[in-house]
């Protein structure tokens, strides 16, 4: 009788045993489950972040491409007034008024003249006719027109074929600023020094000081890093 009770107990705990294993697997199996949705949402909170950001990162690069535009177009102005508030004082340097339309030629004044506002760029180095104030215009219009290419040839030439012209301190300056547009800054610091020290007293001496010390500091940041020296 004795032996009959342990083993009645035993016989009614055996169908119980696997009812607590599946409890306990299906509580683990809820926390899982429940763990995985966690990181879910954690990872949906990220990917919705991560989108706002690019959103933001869009919105930031539209800016900045119409403020690069707008620096764009106002250097571009700038630049076209420059030119020709230049060609202005050239001309009544030359003691010449204004000229426009066809007064422009051959008896024009030694003096660099203000091209037009809609030159071509694409242009020859120099012009066929034989004078040095049309050799100076044509460089002159393609540096007006940003073909600072064609205008330093321009320039160059004009140097080369008219060294006696009294245009030649403001081609040697335009040919500086025709190498300094395209980053040649050691050849346009040749030229602006060349005025400098050759001109100093033409009213292009002053522009040509700046433009050298801009063209040496330029230099300055092109130089590359020097490496350490290996031991």
Known sequence: MRLAIPALWLAL???????????????????????????????????NQINALKEEIRGLRGQMEELQQQLNQQKEAA?????????????LEGGKPAATGGDQG???????????????AEMAPAASNGNDRADYDVAFKALKGGDY?????GFKSFIDRWPKSALLPNARYWLGESYYATGNYALAAQQFKQVVDTYPTHPKAADAALKLRMSQQ?????????KPAAR
Do not use: C, W
């Open 149 to 153: 290419v064609t205008s330093s040839r």
């Open 79 to 91: 630049r076209n007034q420059y030119l020709d508030i230049d060609g202005r004082l050239n001309r």
């Open 106 to 120: 051959a008896n024009a004044s030694p003096q660099p003249a203000e091209p037009a506002a809609n030159a071509p």
């Open 13 to 47: 705990l055996l169908p119980a045993a696997p009812a607590f294993a599946q409890k306990a697997s299906l509580a683990e199996r809820v926390d899982a489950l429940e763990a995985h949705a966690a990181d879910d949402s954690a990872k949906l909170e990220t990917l």
């Open 218 to 226: 330029a230099m300055k940041q092109q130089k590359p890093l020097r």
